[in-house]
């Protein structure tokens, strides 16, 4: 379980991941950041993580509940369970390569490390914007996978954002499954057994009956 801090953890997570693991494949400098695809491509080597949508997670939606008695009372602390979908995308010298280069760098990390570590959750945290987050504390780890955008749904997604003038840049989508932000309540404690009932109920065995096989008489 973590806090209120957990997206943002897991972006800027991601962010360090990749940032980290372009040497010494990549040899020249490259701004990896946490935005928009701009609308101004960069002709500097670059990586933008553009988090463009966050789903409920179907499997882990409704493991808390019910969460509430009947009066209101909190029995369990509630937890939404989240989807990530990040959109990551490549600029550079297209002569060069530099885009399709920084994207293969990216889909080897991301195959060999799908789930964030500790250490990075634990690295973005000391963010000062990011203070407080306890997300390395939560025992759910957040697993990156690919996510395969048909010609319709890529057109939906960059049209989306030419809207505001964001030309189209090769790019990436992985989700990041799940983050679970837990809810502020404090659950009420079980009350303490006062007495002990033990009752001894006695009982028959059950009889059972040997199948009969009707006849039938023809006069």
């Given at each position: 379980m973590s806090n209120t801090l957990a997206v943002a953890?897991?972006?800027?997570?991601?962010?360090?991941?990749i940032a980290?693991?372009?040497?010494?494949?990549i040899p020249f400098a490259v701004d990896v950041a946490a935005r928009k695809p701009p609308t101004d491509p960069p002709a500097?080597?670059?990586?933008?993580?553009?988090?463009?949508?966050?789903?409920?997670?179907?499997?882990?939606?409704?493991?808390?509940?019910?969460?509430r008695a009947a009066d209101g009372t909190v029995l369990t602390r509630p937890?939404?369970?989240?989807?990530?979908?990040?959109?990551?995308?490549?600029?550079?010298?297209?002569?060069?390569?530099?885009?399709?280069?920084?994207?293969?760098?990216?889909?080897?990390?991301?195959?060999?490390?799908?789930?964030?570590?500790r250490t990075l959750i634990e690295a973005a945290a000391e963010q000062p914007y990011l203070h407080g987050s306890d997300l390395a504390d939560s025992p759910q780890r957040v697993r990156f996978t690919p996510t395969a955008l048909d010609i319709d749904d890529t057109s939906k997604l960059w049209g989306m954002l030419y809207q505001n003038q964001t030309p189209y840049a090769l790019s990436l989508v992985y989700q990041g499954i799940a983050v679970l932000i837990e809810g502020r309540g404090k659950p009420v404690t079980g009350k303490p057994v006062r007495t002990r009932t033990v009752r001894a109920v006695p009982s028959v065995p059950p009889v059972t009956q040997p199948a009969t096989t009707g006849t039938t008489e023809q006069g």
């Open positions: 953890t897991v972006t800027e997570g991601l962010r360090q991941l980290q693991s372009l040497a010494p494949d500097d080597p670059t990586i933008t993580i553009f988090l463009y949508q966050v789903t409920p997670n179907a499997s882990l939606r409704n493991a808390d509940a019910p969460t937890a939404a369970a989240l989807d990530l979908h990040f959109l990551i995308s490549f600029y550079g010298d297209e002569a060069e390569l530099i885009p399709q280069r920084l994207l293969g760098c990216v889909v080897r990390t991301l195959h060999e490390n799908p789930v964030l570590p």
